[in-house]
């Protein structure tokens, strides 16, 4: 071999141990999987007769769970889940999260924010028929208000604002406004406002709620409270509570049971989504002020949908 050639190949023959040696990046060390086991109600079990579901997890220190969480159908360990959650109990998906059908048919994909729904969510039937969805926006209390008298006047100074909410009805978006005697009067079309997003069906709820949340809030008012008022409030769908906060002047004492709670917040437009099967929401609002009357007005608009 001439010396040409022979310089490259000694070159060569150097480097391949060289490269050889070279250290692997270190593989990802997540602690040991963990395996729950739930009934046919996703609570937890360690009966092997009611077993339905089985998940496997990893868990950190303090018990969050972390990398991708996998849910299967018991005793068959057909995949049912594959996601990540922010948090369990209860579970808050987030990002891309998947599911399947006992037969292995996707049942669902979509990506999550908050535990949310967001507009790219798509759904099967078990036979593989895309599920299709109608949402539109509809009053569930029209432009209401009310006159909340001083905390030192001989009437009451608190109201409950009790809303029926419509079958099919996946989340609200609500406009309060709480403003002081002597405030200019509110003006605004909630019929108006929603206009644009009825009939936009197809798209998942909290992005439809959002559109029609920043809808709302752009129907503002041609006068706005100059001062904050001095009153506070509540939201609950637990008619409990709603009493407990009449008997206690204006007081609801497990926080838990509030879907919201503001303080001195003259106005608020906000959509919030529904837990299936909520009947009846109470918007409470309790005047603060010792001489001076309030006024409330309370729009409530709720996001119906229907599928097929």
């Known amino acids: 071999m001439t010396q040409r050639y022979l310089l490259p190949f000694l070159f060569l023959l150097i480097s391949i141990p060289a490269l050889a040696q070279r250290p692997k990046p270190a593989a990802v060390s997540l602690p040991p999987a963990d395996t729950v086991y739930f009934d046919r109600d996703w609570e937890r079990t360690e009966t092997l007769e009611e077993v339905a579901y089985a998940r496997i997890a990893h868990h950190d220190a303090v018990g969050k769970a972390i990398g991708t969480v996998r849910n299967y159908y018991y005793p068959s360990w057909k995949k049912q889940w594959e996601g990540k959650l922010a948090s369990e109990g209860p579970d808050k998906p987030t990002g891309i999260c998947c599911g399947w059908h006992q037969n292995g048919q996707p049942s669902f994909r979509g990506t999550y924010v908050n535990g949310q729904q967001q507009a790219d969510y798509k759904s099967w039937r078990e036979d593989g028929r895309e599920i299709k969805c109608r949402s539109v926006m509809q009053d569930a209390l029209p432009l209401s208000n009310a006159t909340i008298h001083c905390s030192n006047c001989m009437h009451t100074s608190r109201k409950v604002f ?70 506070h409030w509540y939201i609950t769908a637990d008619p409990a509570a709603a009493d407990q906060f009449l008997a206690t002047k204006g007081t609801i004492a497990n926080a838990q049971a509030c879907l919201r709670a503001a303080l001195n917040t003259p106005q608020e437009t906000r959509p919030i989504t529904l837990p299936p099967g909520t009947r009846q929401l109470f918007v409470c609002v309790n005047n603060d002020n010792y001489t001076t009357d309030a006024t409330a007005t309370l729009s409530v608009t709720a996001l119906v949908q229907a599928c097929k």
């Open 162 to 231: 009790t809303v029926d909410i419509p079958d099919g009805t996946v989340g609200i978006v609500y406009k309060l406004d709480v403003r002081d005697e002597g405030q200019p009067p509110v003006s605004w079309s909630t019929a108006l406002a929603v206009a644009a997003v009825v009939g936009s069906g197809g798209t998942a709820a909290p992005a439809l709620l959002g559109t029609a949340a920043s809808a709302l809030t752009r129907q503002g008012n041609n006068a706005p409270p100059t001062v904050s008022t001095k009153c």
